[in-house]
């Protein structure tokens, strides 16, 4: 009887074994898929702090820390926020709106558009980034880019001048035209304002 008893308490006291459940699998998957995507966005060491403490936060959930997993999900919350208005790490929508703003960028865009620069032999129109204003030249892309030139294009026939950056810190680009002006096809731009559009890519 005292076998059975100090059997049954061995098997108590003995660790549970990790079971990699349906949701351990969604955890892990979305923790790497999230970190990744991070760390394109903001690549860098920014992607590389969002990262890590997104995959912090998952393991110390899947650890059932729940308590770990808040503050290190909060932490990269608040420096994710922080990221949106500082620095060169900022959306170009967010220095389109909140730096620049959007009255003043269209207003400029017009001008140049009345006074366009003369097109190379290739009949492409091009504005050299150090040229620009400095209220401008903000969205003209990081200073290590600054000898690109912003392209002045037509558009369907609708002239635009368009700031392409790709990926990086500053995410593929915004068209500028007259009031009015939409780009096509719609589905690959998201309205800023009015004649202001972000290119999202398709």
């Known amino acids: 009887m005292d076998e059975v008893t100090?059997?049954?308490d061995a098997q108590i006291q003995s660790p549970t074994r990790f079971q990699f459940t349906l949701r351990t699998l969604f955890v892990v998957v979305a923790m790497v898929a999230g970190s990744v995507g991070l760390f394109l966005r903001y690549y860098g060491w920014p992607g590389l702090i969002l990262g890590i403490?997104?995959?912090l936060g998952g393991w110390s959930y899947l650890r059932g820390d729940r308590r770990a997993a808040v503050n290190r999900l909060t932490?990269?919350?608040?420096f994710w926020l922080a990221l949106q208005f500082l620095g060169p790490y900022t959306s170009l929508r967010n220095r389109v709106v909140w730096i620049v703003g959007t009255e003043r960028l269209q207003q400029w865009a017009v001008q140049v558009l009345d006074n366009p620069p003369p097109p190379d032999?290739?009949?492409?129109?091009?504005?050299e980034p150090n040229d620009l204003p400095d209220d401008i030249r903000i969205l003209?892309?990081?200073i290590?880019?600054?000898?690109?030139?912003l392209m002045f294009e037509d558009d369907?026939?609708?002239h635009c001048i368009q700031f392409g950056h790709g990926g990086g810190f500053y995410h593929w680009g915004i068209l500028v035209g007259r009031p009015g002006y939409a780009p096509s096809p719609r589905h690959l731009y998201f309205k800023i304002a009015d004649g202001i559009w972000g290119?999202?890519?398709g």
């Open 121 to 127: 032999e290739y009949g492409r129109r091009y504005l």
């Open 6 to 8: 100090v059997e049954s």
């Open 199 to 201: 290119y999202v890519g």
């Open 75 to 78: 932490t990269l919350l608040v």
């Open 140 to 142: 003209a892309g990081p």
């Open 156 to 158: 369907r026939d609708q």
């Open 53 to 55: 403490l997104l995959l």
């Open 144 to 149: 290590r880019w600054q000898n690109r030139v």
